[in-house]
């Protein structure tokens, strides 16, 4: 595998479920990220983690809870989440520590529906 | 406070045609400029980013843009387009210790 791999790449759930979604680097960065990408909005920052440590977190609700266990690995966990919440879920990774300059590297996404 | 703003949602040309994307910002200190490129069911690819420096930035597949600080704008621009740049292009502006902010993209379709 290279560069930035995310799984499932679909995922449909009802509103009560708790679902995981999976995301692994192969590329030796220090800084990872997940966004939400909705239809005719911008994407979203959601979370970013650089050496592991959480440093942004943009008020995101808090039904989805973020885990990154170590610098190749970032879950983000799901929980009782809404309608509105279906969208596609993107990682990336950057290799410095979460910098503005940084170019990010992303994965394909995990197109999430919630009935 | 930043913003990004990319004018067209949606910009249809024909094949070797040229093309330019519009990107607007608006931001009260330095900043830096990005384009990604979303091909279908792909996650996004840096195609180029301003930092510093020359205001005409060279990315890959053929793309160039420029940096214009009295318009606040960092428009991509292409030549001739083929088929294979269908795709959405996100422009995108972060500055010192601020975090990245995305437009709401724009959908460039190739007709033959």
């Known amino acids: 595998e290279t560069g930035v791999t995310q799984t499932p790449r679909h995922l449909v759930m009802g509103m009560t479920n708790k679902k995981s979604l999976k995301c692994e680097q192969h590329l030796g960065h220090n800084a990872m990220y997940w966004y939400k990408q909705s239809a005719k909005k911008p994407l979203e920052l959601m979370f970013v983690y650089s050496l592991e440590e959480r440093v942004e977190n943009n008020s995101v609700p808090s039904r989805f809870s973020p885990e990154c266990p170590n610098s190749s690995h970032l879950f983000l966990h799901l929980h009782t989440l809404q309608p509105e919440d279906s969208a596609l879920y993107l990682c990336?990774?950057?290799?410095?520590?979460?910098?503005?300059?940084?170019?990010?590297?992303f994965g394909p996404g995990t197109r999430l529906t919630v009935l | 406070a930043q913003s990004v703003t990319q004018l067209d949602s949606q910009v249809p040309v024909f094949e070797e045609a040229p093309v330019e994307l519009r990107c607007n910002y608006s931001s009260s200190v330095s900043v830096y400029l990005f384009w990604y490129v979303q091909y279908p069911n792909q996650g996004l690819q840096l195609l180029l980013k301003y930092l510093s420096g020359s205001t005409l930035v060279k990315g890959i597949n053929g793309f160039e843009a420029e940096f214009n600080k009295s318009q606040t704008s960092f428009h991509l621009r292409k030549p001739s387009v083929h088929i294979s740049d269908t795709a959405e292009y996100f422009c995108?502006?972060?500055?010192?210790?601020?975090?990245?902010?995305f437009g709401s993209g724009t959908r460039l379709s190739i007709r033959p």
């Open positions: 990336a990774s950057s290799q410095g520590q979460g910098a503005s300059t940084d170019t990010q590297y």
């Open positions: 995108a502006v972060s500055g010192v210790a601020s975090k990245i902010i």
